[in-house]
Every structure is written in structure tokens, then in C-alpha cells.
């Protein structure tokens, strides 16, 4: 996958760019992982999903991690597991580049239809999920582990894609 978006660092302008995420690129998207989420991924997620042939990219700027997506087709949907935009680079836009070429990418594979979960207290990725065209479809009792044993709910929602 192969998708470019410019980069303001001071007064000059870097080209983003889109690459595999591989197995060899996991102790960078796990350093992200770790300073994003308080219950971020493991590298052993990270393999299963790589080895399970999951859509998985990473995009990169000046030799930078910005963010980054794993994703898994179905029949006729894909499902986003993983969207991670590095702390440093957040409410810069990034977020929006990588649905986009999630959105791109699930069209091309023939999918009618993106879904995804999302931690209820994340008002922030909601706002952006639906800001983005995402609708709010269901949740998920007890889905995500939360700090001291707890459980927290997630919000099911989806895209319908156009082709």
C-alpha cells in the first residue's frame, strides 16, 4: 500500500508514506504502543495478527513512526483492531490519514462495510469515528480490561463503504 501525505516539521515538509508493518518493526510500534494505551498490545498480538496475514501498516515520516493500523478482512467487511497515532504526533490529522487508507484499502478488497470497537471513555476517538462517518451501532459489556481487575465496555461502530 502505497499513499503519501506531507508532514510539517519546522519549515520544511517531509513526505509521509505508508509501509508494511512487519516483524521487525515491532519494537518501534510497540515503544508507541506502550506510551499510548494503558493496556496496549503485546508483541505477541502484534505476531499473531502478522502471522493471521491482518492488513497491518505503519506510517512513517523522516525516519519517524506517526501511527500506525492492523486490520482483518472478512467476507465482506473488514474489522480495525488497532489504530495507534504516536502521542508526539496527535491532534496533528494523522488519525484521519490512516482511516483513510484503511477505508481505501477495505474497498479495494471488495469490503461493504468497516467496524470497529472503542473504549466508552475514549470521547476523543468517538469524536474522530464519527467525525469520520462511523456510527454507533451496539456495545460490548466488559470487553477491554480497565485498571484493578475492572472490565469497561467498548461501542461497537461502523462505516458503510460507497464503491
Excluded: C
Excluded at 29 to 56: K, M, T
Amino acid at each position: 500500500m502505497s499513499s503519501y501525505a506531507s508532514l510539517p516539521m519546522a519549515d520544511v515538509t517531509h513526505e509521509a508514506a505508508f509501509e508494511p508493518l512487519l516483524a521487525d518493526s515491532l519494537d518501534r510500534v510497540l515503544h508507541v504502543e506502550q506510551r499510548a494505551y494503558s493496556h496496549p498490545w503485546s508483541r505477541a498480538n502484534f505476531i499473531d495478527a502478522l502471522h493471521s496475514g491482518y492488513q497491518a501498516q505503519m506510517l512513517t515520516a523522516n525516519g519517524q513512526l506517526l501511527g500506525y493500523f492492523v486490520a482483518m478482512k472478512g467476507v465482506d467487511e473488514v474489522h480495525l483492531l488497532n489504530i495507534t497515532v504516536a502521542p508526539e504526533f496527535q491532534r496533528q490529522g494523522w488519525a484521519r490519514v490512516l482511516l483513510d487508507a484503511l477505508a481505501i484499502w477495505s474497498r479495494g478488497q471488495g469490503a461493504q462495510w468497516l467496524w470497529l470497537e472503542v473504549r466508552v471513555s475514549n470521547q476523543r476517538a468517538l469524536q474522530i469515528y464519527e467525525n469520520h462517518g462511523y456510527r454507533r451501532v451496539g456495545q460490548r459489556k466488559g470487553y477491554y480490561p480497565a485498571h484493578n481487575g475492572q472490565r469497561e465496555d467498548a461501542v461497537v461502530m461502523s462505516l458503510a463503504l460507497e464503491h
